[in-house]
């Protein structure tokens, strides 16, 4: 089983519509939950993290962990086709350490307009 | 413009053959790190580096060297390629260390290198 598990997609959702992309993970002392998102052709970039349990909001973007289930969500309001991308989350004990980073397999997100 | 510059983009070449591939950041970072991503089985560490002279081994380190002699540039050395080598391969760099609870250690990738070895 591996440590991160991450549905690989495509998901294919209209414009316009909420995208929830999930993770859930087995190793229940990772503290630091991260997104990143990965235009085609390019490298990965933090879209946002998060620390512990709870949410956290920017813009149209929604990280949710539940540190209980071992289960962290992204949700994207008011998705755009510039939205389209491979999302992928990361997690780590500490922020030290990025050697430490486990990551999931990334779901390929497609908006159609 | 901070960055972190990958070349070549894009390599096919043979087995055996012995490549580099080169990786430079400008923003004075101490980490440096390279992972290969394949399909269903995203991103897995290679090598990383915690400053010069200092590496480690990551999740697949076999077939790969690295070197670190200056801060700004994390070589990735193929000594004798193999097809199970094919991959797109991407460099990446961090701050070492991050002081207080402000923000995450940001990775910042490069484009990365699609190599194709034959």
């Known amino acids: 089983q591996k440590e991160v598990e991450q549905d690989p997609g495509p998901l294919s959702v209209p414009e316009g519509a909420i995208v929830s992309l999930n993770c859930t993970y087995s190793?229940?002392?990772?503290?630091?939950f991260m997104w990143y998102r990965q235009y085609s052709r390019k490298g990965p970039e933090l879209l946002m993290y998060?620390?512990s349990s709870g949410n956290k909001e920017d813009g149209r973007f929604t990280a949710q962990v539940d540190k209980s289930s071992k289960y962290i969500s992204l949700f994207i309001r008011d998705s755009q086709p510039s939205d389209s991308a491979t999302y992928l989350c990361?997690?780590?004990?500490?922020?030290?350490?990025?050697?430490?980073?486990?990551w999931g397999a990334g779901t390929k997100l497609i908006i159609k307009p | 413009e901070a960055q972190v510059t990958q070349n070549p983009r894009y390599l096919i070449t043979v087995t055996g053959k012995k490549l580099t591939v080169t990786c430079s950041q400008n923003?004075?970072?101490?980490?440096m790190s390279w992972y290969r991503q394949d399909p269903g089985l995203g991103l897995r560490q290679i090598y990383y580096?915690?400053?010069?002279?200092?590496?480690d081994k990551g999740d697949v380190p076999e077939g790969y060297k690295v070197s670190r002699k200056e801060k700004r540039n994390f070589p990735l050395i193929l000594e004798s390629p193999s097809p199970n080598q094919t991959s797109l391969y991407f460099c990446?760099?961090?701050?070492?260390?991050?002081?207080?609870?402000?923000?995450?250690?940001?990775?910042?990738f490069g484009a990365g290198s699609r190599l194709t070895v034959l």
């Open positions: 998060t620390y």
């Open positions: 190793n229940s002392a990772f503290q630091y």
């Open positions: 990446a760099s961090s701050l070492s260390i991050v002081t207080g609870s402000s923000g995450a250690n940001v990775l910042t």
């Open positions: 580096s915690m400053n010069v002279e200092v590496t």
């Open positions: 923003m004075n970072h101490e980490y």
């Open positions: 990361a997690m780590t004990l500490n922020m030290d350490s990025n050697y430490q980073l486990i």
